[in-house]
């Protein structure tokens, strides 16, 4: 492997940790799915990857600014919004389950993957912006160098998503009512607060 694309995914992979790690609603849905799914992780990245590899070779293809457009980032701020507000309030619902009942999302980790990546319109604004610059560098490189930074950014949420999911799921039989309901409460605020915050700042 050349030294400088060996460095280039070195560079793309930090990157992409800052993105992956920085708390959001996909992280706050790891945590929910991690209680009752050991490998919930993987399959939340597996629903990331269904949009974001896609929009990869779109905006090398060369729309970029189809997704960094006001319109975009309006309807899908609103209708991501109204989803991410959605599934918060029913996980607030679910609070007087018992531990072997824990609060749950309405959909499987896979589809959950897919409608918050899609719900988030800073996530099209992120590769529309910093993503465009790394694709481009990639390119330089031929498809394969495109085709592997993919694979080496995916593996940043894969790694991620697996090590919250699974850190959950083997710390739950020391969680408490009170625990259980303090980490799911904070993650349906979460997830309702970043609703209201996509449906306002399209606007603002």
Same mark, same amino acid.
């Given at each position: 492997?050349?030294?400088?694309? =060996?460095?280039? #995914? ?8 800052? @993105? ?6 996909? +992280? $706050?849905?790891?945590?929910?799915? @991690? ?20 929009? !990869? ?21 609103? $209708? =991501? ?9 029913? #996980? #607030? ?16 980790? #896979? ?7 899609? $719900? ?5 604004? /992120?590769?529309?912006? !910093? ?12 498809? /394969? ?8 950014? /995916? ?15 083997? +710390?739950?039989?020391? /969680? ?8 799911? @409460? ?6 309702? =607060? ?11």
């Amino acid at each position: 492997m050349d030294s400088s694309f =060996g460095l280039f #995914l070195l560079y793309a992979a930090g990157i992409s940790l800052t @993105g992956v790690m920085m708390p959001g609603p996909l +992280t $706050a849905a790891t945590i929910t799915k @991690g209680y009752r799914e050991q490998n919930a992780g993987i399959f939340i990245a597996l629903g990331h990857a269904v949009i974001e590899i896609p929009l !990869i070779a779109l905006i090398y293809f060369g729309f970029a600014q189809f997704f960094a457009s006001p319109e975009v980032k309006m309807v899908v701020g609103v $209708a =991501g919004g109204l989803m991410l507000i959605f599934m918060g309030f029913m #996980l #607030l619902r679910s609070f007087r389950k018992d531990l072997t009942e824990a609060a749950d999302l309405p959909s499987n980790s #896979l589809v959950t993957g897919i409608v918050l990546t899609g $719900a988030n319109p800073y996530f099209f604004l /992120w590769w529309a912006t !910093i993503g465009i610059a790394l694709i481009v560098a990639a390119a330089q490189f031929g498809i /394969w160098g495109l085709i592997i930074f993919a694979v080496v950014h /995916w593996s940043c949420d894969l790694v991620w998503e697996q090590c919250v999911s699974m850190s959950v799921f083997r +710390t739950k039989h020391l /969680w408490t009512k009170t625990v259980q309901q303090i980490v799911f @409460g904070m993650c349906a605020l979460a997830l309702v =607060g970043f609703g209201v915050y996509f449906c306002v700042s399209v606007f603002v």
